[in-house]
Every structure is written in C-alpha cells, then in structure tokens.
C-alpha cells in the first residue's frame, strides 16, 4: 500500500490548480514567439535604425538624434501630421454621428430591420484599397458617374481629388462611407443589450426622446461609445489606402498623410531610416492618443 502525504484536501487542490496554470502557460510559447517575430522584433528593429542613416544598401552610419530633430522641423513632416489629425478630427466626427443615428433608428424598426443591417454592413466587407478604386472611378472628372449626373444637372465637372480646395473633403468623405458601418453596428449592439428598466422609467418621470436619449442612453452606453471612438480614432491616425489610393497624397501634399508620407521615404526615395524615425514618432502620437481615451475611460469608472 502506497504511503499518502499529510496534506489536506485544500493544498492537494491548491498544488493541482498551480500546475495546471503552469502547464497551460506553456501553451502561450509559440503565441509569444510569433507576437516577437511579427510585432515586437520590427518595432525594436525601426528604433534602433532611427539613429542610423541608411538607405536599405550599403550605407549604414549612426547619426544620433539627426534623424529626429529633422523630421520635427521638416515641412513634410509637419503637413502630414497636421492632415492627419485634420482627417481624423472630420472622419470620426461624421461617422459616429452617422452611426449613432443610423443605429437609433434601426433599433425603432419592427419591419426591414434585419434588411437595412446587412445592407449597412456591405461596406466592411471591401477592403480600403478597393473602395478607394471604386471612389475614384465614380468620382473621375469625364468619365465619373457623379459628375455625369452632375452635368445633366448644369453642374461641373468637378475634380473631387485633383482639386485642392476640395480633395481632403473628398477623401474624408469616401472614408466616412467605408467606416460608418462598424459604427453602427457596435452601437447598435450597444442599444439592443441595455436594460430597459431606467429608459422606461425616465418615460414615467415625463422625459421626452431627447431628454431621454441624452440623460439615459447616452450615458449608458458612454463604454461602448468610448470603444468605438478609439477604434475608429487608430484607424483613422494610420490612413493609408484610401489616400494612396485615391489621391496618392496629393495634390499639392493636401491629403498627405505620415503613413503616405513615411512609405514615399522608404521606397521612393530608399531613406530607410527616416521613414523609420516618421514611424516611431507616430507611434508616439498614436499612444499618446489611447493615453487619453484611457484616462477618460478611467474618469468615467470613477464617476460611476
């Protein structure tokens, strides 16, 4: 007969729940190796490169903090990031508001509702560079569909992304159609979970919609909208496709993003290392960005 340890069921529960955690840990190895490989290795890489001159050849000297003080006070620099949080400030602006309101009504709906969901959602399923070859086909100054309609109207032709005055419009808007729907969606979700007990007791106390919408449902659903801004916020700082693709940063630098702008560095003009110190000053700005919807997020739990 095997002798039994003196322990109580309590430690052999105890001890058996640490090695399960010990070996399930393992599993997270290879999750760890590749997220090194993919994300973190890259990111290390574009650091340390920053303080070198390179130009993906033979050239390799280290400059110190050259790279940076020049891209801070460079004209190039400077637009793109100005555009960029131009296009983010408009972009996500219209597309929550868009959203928030194309969920409220499809949460009213009896009938179609399911319909109007799937229809909304068409625009997730293409990709930014195919919707911004779609955009520039409809929008094209002769052959364009919209400026036919435009011209049997007496109006244009307009040159949407050629002109100046109106290419970061145009941009913003083709964004806003692309990005609306993941608004609506998460919100609309947001709406159909929340309790219905203080929305039909706010109605007893005699608020109307708006009162109701304001002082009830927008605080109530205050997490899922923080959600939706930083998502969309990300998306809209690191902007590439749609500009590439439609306007390719022009004209006249207008819609020149740091993303347009750090991939023309890199493989137009083969200055690896300066595209590498756009980025990680980006990247920077980006985190400083999710700093802030966290501190919101975390005054938010507080006030509650």
Known sequence: MRPTLGW??????????TRSRDRGGRFLVPLVVVMG??????????????????????????VGLTNYIGTLTSGPFQTALANTFVFTVFAVGIEFLAGFGLALAVNRLRRGAQLLRTLLLVPLMVSGI???????????????????GLHALGIGPLGFFGDPAMAMASVILVDVWWGTAFVFIVLLAGLQSLPQEPIEAAKVDGANAPQGLWYVVVPLLRPVILVVLLFRTIDCLKVFAIIYGTTGGGPLQVTESIQTLAYRTALKQLNMSESMTIMVLFAIVVAAVVLVYQRLGAAQETLR
């Open 8 to 17: 109580s069921p309590g430690a052999r529960a105890t001890i058996s729940a």
């Open 37 to 62: 490989l993919i994300s973190i290795y890259p990111t290390a890489f574009s650091f340390v490169m920053s303080f070198f001159d390179w130009n993906w050849g033979a050239r390799l000297n280290p």
């Open 130 to 148: 195919i919707v911004a070859i779609i955009w520039k086909v409809l929008l094209d100054p002769t052959l364009g569909i919209v400026n036919v």
